[in-house]
Every structure is written in C-alpha cells, then in structure tokens.
C-alpha cells in the first residue's frame, strides 16, 4: 500500500501542496482530480519519489521512498502522461532496460502482456517513431514488469483508443480483484466513474474526498 | 505584382522572429562549441605569419582528393546544426498557421547560410564566384542528406552536386550545386515532421549499469551518426598535426615521441569527449524519471555515461597512436606505447570531462558558457601537463577523473538537478 504523510511542496513562490496526505489501500482504485495546473501530476511524481517533497513522507508497503529507499520503489510502477524516454531506443529495449534496472529477469518475448497490451507490432519499433497512444501502451508495458504492488498512473486514459482505455479499465480492476494498490490521476469523469474506489479532489493546494 | 502591406511585413517578421528563437536558438547552443573551435583553429592556422587562406584555396583548386576531404569535413561536421536549423520540432507548429512557404524557406535559407558562413568566407578569399559556390554547394549537400533523396529528381540533383564537386572552375560548381540547393533544402523542410520507423537491431541487454551504457550508445548510433564522424575527423586532425609536429621538428626517439604525441592528441580527444558527453547527457535527463523511479544509484549513473564516452575516446585514442606511430614508421614497441598512452589517455579524458560536463549542463541559459569553461580548463590543464609530465600525466588524469566522478555525482535533494526537476514540474503543471 501507499501512504503519502502531510506531503508540502512549493514550486517556486507558488505552494502547489499543501500538508498533503492520502492513503491508496491493496485491493483499490485511488483516484485524484482537478483542474490543469492543481498539482496533481507533481502529487504522482513525489509518490513515486522523482520529486523530493519539502516535507512529509511517502511510505510504499511501509517502506520509506524519500532518500532513494531502493525497497520500496521495487514494489513501484509508474506511468507517466507525455513522457518521451530515450526516442531513438525501440520498445523492446526500454523493456530491457527497465527490467535491468528493476533488477528483475527480463521475460520473454512471448510474455502475455506484450500482446494483451497490443505492443507486439510496434516491438521493434523506435519510441520517436510510435504515435502517443502507442508509446503509452509501451510505458504501461514496462510499468507492468513484476507485477508491482503499488501501480501509479498519470492521466491513463489519455491518447488511448475507445479500446484501449476499456482494455485499461479491466487491467486496473484486475489489479484492484489481485489486491493490489493503484492511484492515478485524471479528468476523465466517465472512466473515473466507471473504476475509482475513491476519488479525491486537489484544489489549492488541498486535498479533499470527493463525495459526487 | 504588388508591394507588400505593412500586416504581411509584420506577419513576415513574427515569422523571422519565431524561428530564430526556436530553430535558430537550438542551434546556436549546439553549434557555439564547434564554430567557437573553429575560429580558434583558423586564428591559429591564419593569424599573424600563419598560412593565407588563399594557399588553402589554390590547393583545394589543384587537388581534388584535397578539394573533396576539405567539403566532406564541412559537410559533416556542421551537419547537426543544419539539421536543427531545417527540423527543429518546435517549428512544426508554425506550418499549421496560414504562412506562405517561401517565407519559411527564406528564413531557413538565411539561418543555413549564417551557419555555412566560415566556409564562405574562406572560399570567398579565392574570389566572389568560388564563394558563392561554397555557399550554393554546401547548402545543397546539407539538403541532400538531410531529405534522405529518393525521389529520382533528388537523386539526380545530389548526382549533379557530384559531378559538379569535381570540377576545378567555381562556376561550374555554382550552377551544378543550385538545383541541389533548391530540391535538397524544400525536400528536406518537407521531411521534417516524417517520422520513419528504420529498421534497427537490439543493442539493450544486460544488468543495469550496463544496460543504461547500451541505451546511451543506441542513441548515439542511431540519433548522432554525425556526431561520431565528427570525432573520427577530429582524431584524423589530430594525428595529422602530431605527425607534422614530429617531423617538422626533428622529433626522434621514443620517450620525446612518446610525450608529444600524448600532448597534441589531449585537445582532439578532449573535443571528441565534449561532442559525445552532450547528447550522453541529455538522453540521462530524459530517462531521469525513470531511474528515480527504479531507484537507480547515483553511481551506477556516473558509470554508464562515463562509459560511453570513455569508450568511444579510447577507441578514438587508440587510433590515434596506432597511426602516428605508423605515419612515423616506429618500432612494434613505440607503437604499442603509442597507442595504448593514447587510449588511455581517452578513456580517462572522456571520464574526467563528461564528470565536469555533468556540472556545467544544467539546462539553463548558462549550459554554453559553462560548457565552453571546462572544455577550455581542461584542455589547458591536460596538455600542460601531458607536456610537462609526460607519460606520468596519465596518472594525474586518472586521479582526477575519480575526484570528478564522485564530486560531481548525480546529486540528492537541494542541489541543482533537484531545482532543475522543479522548474520543469513548474512549467508542465503551468501547461494546458
């Protein structure tokens, strides 16, 4: 499970979060809203421990995050929405290069996700080549890399095909089936509505349950 | 025909202005280390007693094989600032609005022959004609191989360009090249946006530190071609000059041989260091997320782009023993000396500057300047003591590349890279 504690963070003179904290239990679907520029991208980046909060702690299945905790990002996923890792490197090879730097072996081509994900034509493919849908279906691929306990995805739906954001929907309630934890950020009210154990609204720097 | 109206000029001049902050910025961050050397070189070669630029240009005139190599080499090492001038991403945006083509075109066409500028000048010393077709023909091989021709109309341009290339009279040149110019440039403003999916071979394999080295070398290879042939040029260079210095003073025996020869190969090593660590550098940037992700040790980041770098530079340095030590006729024992202070020279120059190169790229306004610094103390620093030290000066490098690795290590919370994180989660939570 993840656990962020009063988590604060400025970016510049702004307080884009403010005593922040928000639990994403095993076996659900978190989800956190708001408008463009609330926060909710650098609320994803913290938990997943790319940006360092000026206070507060991240716990990952308690685990401490901050500070480089190797432990606790092994049990960590992370989608990002628009980033573009390395263009000139091909799917197959961000593949590997995540599974090295996970530390896991890497699996074989005839891994089931590849082609559940539909990723198998795009394979030997450059990332700078792929349309944006394509590129994230390849980072949810990588995200998926053993199978981790805690699943942190920005805007999933976003540049997915009607299929492709169903197909998301069904391995995000798989996992939650699984017990496993998941937060993800979105404005996608009819695919938040359709998934979300619970939703939170960020504003101003707070967070705060959402009870539509 | 009528004037154009004061809102076309305007317009026209918001388009000059967009592309220069856009294509023409991007290029001059790219291409102020390499025009920089190059004003350097030719203060050198023609400042003061040096050589007439017209010397140069008769030879040229003369020799084809001279003639060739001297167009090749421009060709290929200003073809990366060509490339940002004419494919910049950032400018795609501006063909969506109602702009006339030719106007983008013009501007381009002015950024191209702003940057083909030293080539120009030099040429233009053996006459106004020989200097417009420096321009025409440059201009025209940087189109050509940027649309990747394939169409037979292109085919036969880049076929011209070639015939004209081996003619001794400018003007030949000039109106062989111009076709070139106007079919390479279009075509390749038209390319652009393409996205072409190669056919490549898995390079990624591995644990992690050498998985990441594979990644970044996988973007060298398939993104900066030009960049790899811009330090085989630079070690060619370097082996010419250490063989002339060799003979024109006389230089016998193997330890004197031995000292020179590592001191005139420290600044073409150190530049093929500073061409590969940027773009090594860059790609470490954008994987960031993903290494704080996986929680990658800082160490293991330090390795990886080292490694690379380092790599290519020994291989650089290892070429450049073996040939001077061929060009010099030597024994298998200097050779052998030869090459390997050579390579080792680049496997811990390539270190030690991708570590100082790693402080100075920070991705603000201030990366060129600082950039420039270290390349110019490290020159500096590793010829003078290469000069004074001798063979023992590898020593001194290696302590040095060790210091620089764990000093200036991917930092943690509070440091510059953290700021920098912070800054673009600025600008990406200020974007639509």
Redesign the interface.
């Known amino acids: 499970m993840l656990e962020l504690c009063g988590i604060s963070k400025r ?2 003179r ?1 307080s ?1 979060l403010d005593d922040v904290s928000l639990s994403c239990p095993p076996g659900e679907i978190t989800a956190v809203v708001g408008e ?2 609330a ?1 909710k ?2 609320l994803l ?1 913290i938990a ?5 909060p000026d206070r507060g702690r991240v716990l990952v299945g308690g685990e401490e995050l ?5 432990t ?3 049990q ?1 996923g ?1 989608v ?1 929405d ?9 799917v ?3 593949f ?3 599974a ?4 896991l072996p890497r699996p074989g081509e005839d891994w089931p996700w590849i082609e559940r994900l539909g990723v198998r034509p795009i394979w ?3 990332l ?2 792929l349309s944006f849908g394509e590129r994230k279906r390849a980072l949810v691929l990588c995200a998926q890399l053993g199978e981790p306990a805690v699943l942190v995805l920005d805007e999933p739906s976003n540049g997915l095909d009607p299929g492709g954001a169903t197909l998301m929907a069904e391995i995000l309630r798989e996992r939650a089936r699984a017990g496993r934890a998941t937060l993800l950020a979105s404005n996608d009210a009819p695919f938040l509505a359709a998934l979300a154990s619970s939703a939170f609204r960020l504003g101003g720097g707070r967070l705060e349950r959402c009870t539509d | 025909m009528s004037l154009p109206t004061v809102a076309e000029l305007r317009a026209f001049a918001a388009v000059v202005r967009v592309l220069g902050a856009t294509a023409g910025r991007s290029a001059f961050v790219r291409g102020a280390p390499l025009y920089f050397g190059i004003a350097l070189g030719a203060a050198v070669l023609f400042g003061g007693n040096g050589m007439n630029a017209a010397t140069v240009t008769d030879l040229a005139t003369r020799s084809l094989p001279f003639r060739l190599s001297l167009f090749l080499a421009w060709t290929l090492v200003t073809l990366p600032v060509a490339r940002i001038l004419l494919t910049t991403p950032s400018t795609f945006l501006l063909r969506a609005l109602p702009v006339p083509r030719w106007q983008h075109l013009l501007v381009h066409l002015a950024h191209l022959s702003v940057a083909e500028l030293p080539f120009v000048l030099l040429w233009a010393r053996g006459g106004a004609v020989a200097g417009a077709a420096a321009w025409s023909s440059a201009l025209a091989a940087h189109g050509l191989l940027l649309c990747r021709p394939r169409r037979p109309v292109e085919l036969a341009a880049l076929s011209l360009l070639g015939v004209g290339l081996g003619q001794a009279r400018p003007g030949l040149l000039l109106s062989a090249s111009l076709p070139g110019l106007v079919i390479g440039t279009r075509a390749a403003w038209l390319r652009a946006p393409q ?6 071979v ?7 530190p ?3 080295g594979l ?1 970044y070398l ?2 060298l290879l ?2 900066h071609g030009a960049l790899l042939l811009r330090c085989l040029l630079y070690t060619t260079l370097g082996c010419v000059i250490t063989w002339l210095a060799l003979r024109n003073n006389g230089v016998t025996g193997a330890a004197p041989t031995a000292v020179l020869s590592l001191t005139l190969a420290t600044p073409p090593l150190l530049a093929c260091a500073g061409t590969l660590a940027g773009p090594v550098l860059r ?1 470490e940037r ?12 800082p160490a293991q980041r330090v390795i990886a782009t080292c490694v690379v770098v380092a790599t290519v530079c020994g291989l650089c340095g290892a070429a450049h023993g073996a040939t001077v030590g061929y060009l010099v006729a030597a024994e298998l024992p200097l050779g052998l000396r030869l090459s390997g202070g050579s390579a080792a020279a680049g496997l811990l120059l390539g270190t030690a500057l991708t570590s100082g190169l790693r402080w100075a790229l920070r991705g603000d306004k201030r990366d060129t300047d600082r950039a420039f610094l270290s390349i110019i103390v490290a020159v500096v620093a590793a010829s003078l003591s290469a000069a004074l030290m001798g063979e023992l000066a590898l020593l001194l490098w290696a302590v040095v590349a060790g210091l620089l690795g764990v000093l200036l290590a991917p930092p ?2 509070g440091s510059w890279e ?1 700021r920098r ?2 800054q673009a ?2 600008r ?5």
């Open positions: 970016l510049g702004r884009v463009n520029g926060g991208s650098t980046r997943t421990g790319i940006l360092e901050s500070a480089g905790g190797v606790a990002r092994r960590l992370y990002p628009s980033s573009e890792p390395l263009p000139d490197l091909m197959c090879e961000l590997a290069l995540t090295a730097l996970k530390r030997r493919q450059r700078s080549t | 996205r072409e999916a190669p056919r490549d898995a390079l990624v394999a591995g644990a992690a050498f998985a990441l990644s996988a973007g398939r993104g790609s954008q994987l960031r997320w993903l290494l704080l992700c996986c929680g990658t040790p943690a919370q953290q994180a912070e989660e600025r990406a939570e200020r974007a639509p």
